[in-house]
């Protein structure tokens, strides 16, 4: 049986692959992002079984299955809350909620099992999934944020915001006074404070203020460069896999 671990938290991917081994497993395929899960499932042969993590450090998960055709099982691994949960189980082996338990691993490998002669006809609705993942409109989301300046706390409100980008291990918001504030959480720590039908995470280093761009062009393997109205410091530019989104993003 082959089996593909789809997990951004290394040490938990570890983990997985640990338990997996007690119960006469081999998963010797971790994949790590969206990017490389796509370019790994271009070239290779599909597993058998997939354990698919939703949030990957440059996206939803969703985007790979969105970009290449994948029939093998998946057994999701998540944080979700019990609401979208139900969804999950209408439409895949099981669901994994973290951190994982030895016995519910070891009954969701009995079902994957049980139901592997009509494997091939599974189906699994990751639009359907993501709806109920992502409802922007039952959300409060950040209005401002507090930054430091030497002694000081200044309050800055999301409206100002141009951009949020990540540089040297470190956060930083750019306002459209020009001006760079460094915060003390990570890019995907941030996402689910900020309003998606204003903000949108272009790639691994981005997220940018719909208001805030002021041109976009062509750019090489089929991306986008964004022009902001400031901030110039760095090249903007959508990723490949976030294009298609980035698009109906804009409407």
Not at 25 to 47: G, K, Y
Not at 164 to 177: A, I, P, Q, R
Request: glycine share 2%.
């Amino acid at each position: 049986m082959k089996v593909v671990i789809i997990e951004d938290e290394k040490p938990s991917a570890r983990r997985l692959k640990r338990m997996l081994s007690q119960l006469q497993i081999d998963a010797d395929i971790m994949l790590h992002s969206v990017e490389e899960s796509i370019n790994w499932f271009s070239v290779n042969a599909h597993p058998d079984l997939i354990f698919l993590d939703i949030q990957l450090s440059d996206g939803l998960s969703f985007e790979i299955f969105e970009t290449i055709t994948i029939h093998s099982a998946v057994i999701f691994t998540t944080a979700y809350d019990e609401y979208a949960l139900q969804a999950f189980k209408l439409n895949s082996i099981d669901y994994l909620l973290k951190p994982i338990d030895e016995e519910d691993l070891a009954t969701a490998i009995k079902k994957f099992k049980m139901r592997l002669p009509i494997q091939q006809s599974l189906e699994i609705d990751f639009n359907r999934i993501r709806s109920l993942l992502v409802n922007p409109y039952d959300r409060n989301y950040k209005k401002r944020f507090s930054v430091k300046i030497g002694s000081r706390i200044k309050l800055i409100s999301t409206d100002d915001i141009e951009c949020f980008y990540s540089e040297n291990k470190g956060t930083y918001l750019y306002t459209s006074e020009g001006r760079s504030y460094l915060l003390d959480v990570s890019l995907e720590q941030l996402e689910p404070d900020l309003e998606p039908h204003s903000f949108f995470r272009i790639s691994r280093k981005f997220f940018v203020n719909i208001d805030a761009i002021k041109d976009m062009i062509n750019y090489t393997n089929s991306r986008l460069q964004i022009k902001l109205k400031t901030y110039n410091e760095q090249e903007v530019i959508v990723a490949r896999e976030r294009v298609k989104d980035f698009k109906n993003w804009l409407g």
